[in-house]
């Protein structure tokens, strides 16, 4: 009813902070793990991919560096946007858009548009350098129109567009982390003379007035970065995402199921079944039609967002903690997969026909009565009915009779475990190459207030292997190896930084929402 938190948080304090109570600002050690791996590359079998999902359980059995090893991962960290994008015919020319002037813009907009697999066209070099120009903004005199200041006498308000939801996510972040793009604040010199001092101060009292005009809004961190909500991070990145993905016609949404990687061990002697959660978001293309819309539907997913709220990785063990931030990356990442590979399949409930799921096994009894049912005042077969009071009278109910089923009567039923698919999601594999035996997977990560763009090439083998497909050697993988390609961190308090990620994200967007060639399997002649 109120709107989200962060809409209420960025009003701006008015009390006076202490600068001895302010805790120091939490240290930023981005994390470089780099884990290693070859296509004919000989496996453990105790530690191959089958034999962990036979002792994996809700922990992270199938992460760190022993699963890494076990799926074959070969990760190339600080990668280009080519190397991020296969297809470099999708890479638009940014620096050639860079130098458009305003009167040349509308004219080249309409060249610079591509087909989408939408049916319309891909946004050009006009949006591309409105989104630009917006994320251009100093961050101050972006703060000054989130927070609603008046700007310097001879200055206009900043402009901010599509851009404001972003910078008001942004200004919540400057409470728990100091902006590296302001200059530090250095105290006077305490060897500073007496004259020396005088002489500071008078042409400052003399141009107090002036300063005020021109002075930028106060942005004082009063918190340490390990203390600020996650949902804090969440909502900027996006913010982010939101800026690119809008204009070609996806948006970000969270999984209204929960996103889970599912993990299967061969059949033989007794299937095992696990998962591992995750908190990620996805990136879903937006229905084309207003009763689409209206039902909810979206399509894809066609990237995975994964913002984590870790702040160390140097303890207490530094390859221990890379290593397993860069598993969530990459569970995100195959369960953006998993996803993906259901197109044109219906969901298969685990133990669906099964015995255990279809037929009662107390001891061979039906059961007798249990909670409140033991209560031989109450009427058979109520199950919202009052315990009686001391007299033996039946206290009335005070509220009224269930109309679903009791908690008593679903918990006596014997079923299959609940649905893990989204049913407003239409499962597509939006992006994928045609007849390729893999899948590229794009996911968004963020740490602190940084973002890195991750490609990971999951091969379709390694998908039916967690699924429980068996494998006949266990010494050598039979997908070969895992690629994936990381792109640097880019601050998004620096503006030259985020326009940097701007531009690799519209490349991965451009290439996963491409419109495919559309080829004739059959040629007729003389037709």
């Known amino acids: 009813m109120f709107g989200p938190f962060p809409a209420l948080a ?17 240290p930023i050690n981005l994390p470089r793990y780099q884990p290693y791996a070859q296509d004919d590359q000989t496996v453990n079998p105790s530690e191959a991919l089958p034999n962990l999902l036979k002792l994996t359980g809700r922990s992270t ?11 074959g991962l070969d990760l190339k960290p600080d990668a280009t946007t080519q190397d991020l994008v296969p297809d470099p015919s999708h890479v638009p020319d940014f620096r050639r858009w860079d ?31 409105e989104r630009k120009r917006e994320l251009s903004n100093r961050n101050e005199d972006a703060f000054r129109t989130v927070r609603r200041i008046s700007p310097p006498k001879g200055r206009q308000q900043a402009r901010l567009g599509n851009a404001y939801e972003f910078f008001r996510c942004l200004e919540l972040l400057t409470t728990y982390w100091d902006d590296p793009t302001r200059p530090p604040e250095l ?30 809004p106060i942005i004082v961190r009063t918190s340490s970065g390990q203390s600020m909500p996650p949902e804090f991070r969440q909502h900027l990145v996006t913010a982010f995402v939101k800026l690119v993905a809008y204009d070609f016609s996806c948006n970000v949404s969270m999984s209204r199921v929960e996103p889970r990687l599912h993990l299967s061990s061969p059949e033989s002697p007794r299937q095992r079944k696990s998962y591992t959660p995750s908190s990620c978001h996805f990136i879903f293309q937006s229905p084309m039609t207003r009763e689409a819309a209206r039902a909810g539907l979206v399509y894809g997913p066609v990237a995975t967002v994964s913002a984590r709220p870790t702040v160390s990785f140097t303890s207490p063990d530094v390859e221990t903690a890379q290593s397993l931030d860069l598993a969530r990356e990459v569970t995100a990442a195959l369960i953006a997969a998993q996803h993906r590979a259901r197109e044109d399949r219906t969901e298969t409930r685990f133990g ?20 409140r049912e033991i209560d031989k005042d109450a009427v058979q077969g109520d199950k919202d009915a009052r315990p009686s009071d001391g007299d033996g009278l039946s206290i009335p109910a005070t509220k009224k009779p269930r109309k679903n089923m009791s908690i008593y009567d679903s918990y006596r039923m014997v079923r299959p475990p609940s649905s893990v698919w989204d049913r407003k999601a239409k499962y597509k594999a939006i992006g994928k190459v045609q007849g390729a035996d893999h899948d590229d997977i794009y996911v968004v990560s963020s740490l602190f207030h940084h973002v890195s763009i991750l490609r990971v090439r999951v091969p379709l083998r390694l998908l039916e292997v967690l699924d429980g497909s068996p494998e006949p050697d266990h010494t050598k993988r039979s997908w070969g190896k895992v690629m994936a390609w990381s792109s640097p961190w880019y601050d998004l308090f620096d503006s030259d930084q985020r326009i940097a990620a701007m531009q690799v994200l519209w490349a991965v967007m451009a290439y996963q929402m491409r419109k495919e060639a559309e080829t004739d399997d059959v040629t ?4």
């Open 10 to 26: 960025n009003l701006p304090s008015t009390a006076k902070v202490n600068p001895n109570e302010i805790p120091p600002p939490t």
């Open 61 to 71: 059995g199938a992460l760190g560096p022993l699963g890494f090893s076990a799926i």
């Open 99 to 129: 130098q458009l002037t305003t009167d040349e813009c509308p004219g080249e907009n309409q060249a610079t548009r591509q087909p989408l697999r939408t049916g319309n066209l891909s946004p050009g070099c006009q949006v591309y350098l």
């Open 187 to 216: 105290p006077p010199s305490p060897e500073m003379s007496a004259t020396e001092a005088a002489t500071e101060a008078a042409p400052e009292e003399s141009c107090r007035e002036a300063a005020k005009e021109v002075e930028a």
């Open 352 to 371: 669906e026909g099964q015995w255990w799921t279809s037929k009662p096994r107390w001891g061979g009894g039906s059961g007798g009565p249990i909670g």
């Open 524 to 527: 007729m002649a003389d037709a």
